[in-house]
């Protein structure tokens, strides 16, 4: 399969998933390399890459520190989900921005994907 | 910081540091990893090598977090290399090869919740590591033993 992959910035990916912005509203032309999501924060460890955007059902402050520990360059948070105030805080701290969007993880995470946002295997090929 | 200590650890081109980790203080946990990662950050280390001591540290840190009573994290950086020891007093671990296996895990409900429990933590510690070791005694304590070369190709 010969699909055609792309770095996004935060803007599209927003207007994509009509995502509300938590944090990080002056930062929308960050560009995230690729994406991923997942509820283990184990397997973000294990597999997460530096520059990758999350998507995550998660909302304690964990979500957050576990992002800033793998390099992950923003969060969104499906299913209207939002995290609590101490993630808020770190991710405030860290430069890390925060989105929701009402969509559940597999509508979010299609969307992304049909827009050409790689894998993180799928981006390491490409770099 | 004591000046005198800051001179003897220029002199013998060692940055030593040793945190204290409290158990089941999920408020806080991965604090430690996170200080560590800034400073590593700030002495200007190279990115892949942070990535990796931050990820073994924050596996660690959580693993006492979640399972022991109270830990000690024994950072050390020479121009070689860096070495975290983390020693903690729990419940130990009965059978290490198990507990090293993906995908094992005894972790409880509350600890899921939060995203762990994967049984990923040791051996993803184990492959960001150049040296690794592991020892245990039941009901006393558990003690990792990381090291990272600075010049390390590894991943
Ligand atoms: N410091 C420790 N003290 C006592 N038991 C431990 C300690 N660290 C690990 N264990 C035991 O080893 C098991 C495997 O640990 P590991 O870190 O690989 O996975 P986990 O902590 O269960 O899940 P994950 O790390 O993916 O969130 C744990 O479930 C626990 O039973
Ligand atoms: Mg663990």
Redesign the interface.
């Known amino acids: 399969m010969n699909r055609k992959i792309k770095k996004m910035t935060l803007r599209e990916i927003k207007d994509l998933l009509k995502c509300e912005v938590i944090t990080g509203d002056d930062n929308l032309d960050l560009e995230v390399l690729s994406g991923g999501g997942c ?5 973000v ?2 597999f997460g890459k ?1 520059g990758m955007l999350l998507l995550t059902g ?1 909302t ?4 957050v ?2 992002a ?4 992950i360059k923003a969060i969104i948070y499906v299913r209207g989900k939002r995290p609590d105030k ?1 993630g808020i805080e770190l991710a405030k701290k860290k430069g890390i921005p925060l989105l929701t969007t009402k969509l559940m993880m597999f509508e979010a995470c299609g969307i992304l994907y049909s827009a050409g946002l790689p894998g993180v295997n799928e981006a390491e090929k490409i770099s | 910081m004591k000046l005198r200590k800051l001179a003897k650890m220029a002199i013998e081109n060692r940055i030593e540091h040793s945190f204290v980790i409290k158990g089941k203080d999920f ?1 806080n ?2 604090n430690v ?2 200080k560590i ?1 800034d400073l590593l950050k700030e002495i200007g280390i190279p ?1 892949s090598i942070i ?1 990796r001591v ?2 073994a540290t ?2 660690a840190e959580m693993n006492v977090v979640m399972y022991a009573n109270h830990g000690t994290l024994n950072f050390a950086l020479t121009p070689q290399k860096i070495e975290i020891v983390v020693d903690d007093r729990g419940p130990g671990i009965e059978d290490i090869e198990l507990a090293m296996q993906e995908g094992y895990s005894t972790a409880t409900e509350e600890m899921r919740e ?8 040791l051996p ?1 510690i184990k ?1 960001n590591s150049d040296e690794f070791e592991i020892t245990s005694e039941v009901n006393k304590g558990t003690k990792l033993r990381i090291v990272i070369y600075l010049d390390s190709k590894n991943e």
């Open positions: 509820d283990l924060m184990s397997d460890l294990a530096p998660l304690n402050a964990q979500s520190r576990t800033d520990i793998v390099d101490e | 408020g946990a991965g990893s996170t990662k990115p990535r931050a990820i924050y596996e939060m995203g762990f429990g994967a049984g990923m933590g993803n492959k």
